[in-house]
C-alpha cells in the first residue's frame, strides 16, 4: 500500500513539474547543441566573421520627380561579437543600384527625361538580439559615399554622364533566420539619403534630392 501511494505520489508531483521543466529548457541554451543555433551556445561570448549578398527592390525619389522603383544589389563583408543573447557587428557593404529613366514635363524646363543609377560604399552598425534559436533581430546605421551618375536631355539638350560623389547616410531594421548553424536567410527595409545632385542645364542650376526606400533579402555565411 505505501509503495502504491509512493508511485501515486512520484507521478502527481512528475505530471506537474514537467511543464515547468519543459519552459524552463526553452530559455536554456545550455542544453541545446550548436548545430541547432545561429551562435555557439556553449559559450556566453562568441566572436564572428561572415560574408554574404543582398538583392531587392528601391524606391527612389528624385525631387519633384516621380518614385520609380529600381533593382538593387549589395555584397557584404563584417565582423563582430555576441555576449549572451545581444551583439555588435560592423560591415562594409558596396550597394549597385541599376539604372532608371524617368520622363517628364516642367514649366522651367519643357519635356525632360533623366536617367539616373549609383554606386554606394557603405560602412554599417549593427545592434543585434538574439531572442530564439536560430532567428536574430536587428537595427541598423550607415555612413558613406554614393556615386551618382545622371544623364539629363532638356530642351533637347543631353547632358550625359556627369558624376557627382555625396555624402550617404542611412538606417534601417530586419531580421536573420538560419536553417543551418552557418548559412543564414535575411530580410530588412531601410532608408537612405543619397544627398543633393546639383548640376546646370540649359543656362539654370539644376539640384535634386535624392532618397531612397529599400526592400531587400539576401544570405550568408557565419563563422
Same mark, same amino acid.
Given at each position: +500500500?505505501?509503495?502504491?501511494?509512493?508511485? *501515486? @505520489?512520484?507521478?502527481?508531483?512528475?505530471?506537474? +513539474?514537467?511543464?515547468?521543466?519543459?519552459?524552463?529548457? *526553452?530559455?536554456?541554451?545550455?542544453?541545446?547543441?550548436?548545430?541547432?543555433?545561429?551562435?555557439?551556445?556553449?559559450?556566453?561570448?562568441? =566572436?564572428?566573421? %561572415?560574408?554574404?549578398?543582398?538583392?531587392?527592390?528601391?524606391?527612389? !525619389?528624385?525631387?519633384? #520627380?516621380?518614385?520609380?522603383?529600381?533593382?538593387?544589389?549589395?555584397?557584404?563583408? $563584417?565582423?563582430? =561579437?555576441? &555576449?549572451?543573447?545581444?551583439?555588435?557587428?560592423?560591415?562594409?557593404?558596396?550597394?549597385?543600384?541599376?539604372?532608371?529613366?524617368?520622363?517628364?514635363?516642367?514649366?522651367?524646363?519643357?519635356? +525632360?527625361?533623366?536617367?539616373?543609377?549609383?554606386?554606394?560604399?557603405?560602412?554599417?552598425?549593427?545592434?543585434?538580439? &538574439?531572442?530564439?534559436?536560430?532567428?536574430?533581430?536587428?537595427?541598423?546605421?550607415?555612413?558613406?559615399?554614393?556615386?551618382?551618375?545622371?544623364?539629363?536631355?532638356?530642351?533637347?539638350?543631353? /547632358? *550625359? !554622364?556627369?558624376?557627382?560623389? /555625396?555624402?550617404?547616410?542611412?538606417? $534601417?531594421?530586419?531580421?536573420?533566420?538560419?536553417?543551418?548553424?552557418? @548559412?543564414?536567410?535575411?530580410?530588412?527595409?531601410?532608408?537612405?539619403?543619397? $544627398?543633393? &545632385? *546639383?548640376?546646370? +542645364?540649359?543656362?539654370?542650376?539644376?539640384?535634386? !534630392?535624392?532618397?531612397?526606400?529599400?526592400? &531587400?533579402?539576401?544570405?550568408? #555565411?557565419? %563563422?
Amino acid at each position: +500500500m505505501k509503495r502504491f501511494t509512493l508511485v *501515486t @505520489l512520484t507521478l502527481a508531483l512528475a505530471s506537474t +513539474m514537467s511543464p515547468l521543466a519543459l519552459a524552463d529548457a *526553452t530559455l536554456d541554451d545550455s542544453i541545446r547543441t550548436t548545430h541547432d543555433n545561429a551562435y555557439d551556445v556553449s559559450k556566453n561570448l562568441e =566572436f564572428l566573421a %561572415y560574408i554574404g549578398i543582398r538583392g531587392g527592390l528601391n524606391n527612389i !525619389d528624385i525631387e519633384d #520627380l516621380s518614385n520609380e522603383n529600381v533593382i538593387t544589389g549589395s555584397p557584404f563583408i $563584417g565582423t563582430g =561579437f555576441r &555576449y549572451n543573447r545581444w551583439g555588435l557587428r560592423g560591415e562594409f557593404e558596396a550597394n549597385f543600384n541599376d539604372k532608371k529613366t524617368w520622363r517628364d514635363s516642367a514649366p522651367v524646363f519643357g519635356d +525632360m527625361s533623366l536617367s539616373f543609377r549609383s554606386t554606394n560604399y557603405i560602412f554599417n552598425a549593427y545592434a543585434d538580439i &538574439y531572442p530564439i534559436e536560430n532567428t536574430v533581430i536587428y537595427a541598423t546605421a550607415g555612413v558613406g559615399a554614393a556615386d551618382i551618375n545622371v544623364d539629363a536631355n532638356f530642351f533637347g539638350i543631353k /547632358n *550625359t !554622364d556627369q558624376d557627382e560623389t /555625396n555624402v550617404l547616410w542611412q538606417i $534601417g531594421a530586419g531580421a536573420q533566420y538560419y536553417p543551418l548553424s552557418h @548559412l543564414g536567410l535575411e530580410v530588412g527595409v531601410r532608408y537612405q539619403d543619397l $544627398g543633393n &545632385y *546639383t548640376f546646370k +542645364m540649359a543656362g539654370e542650376s539644376v539640384k535634386l !534630392d535624392v532618397v531612397n526606400t529599400q526592400f &531587400y533579402g539576401g544570405i550568408l #555565411l557565419r %563563422y
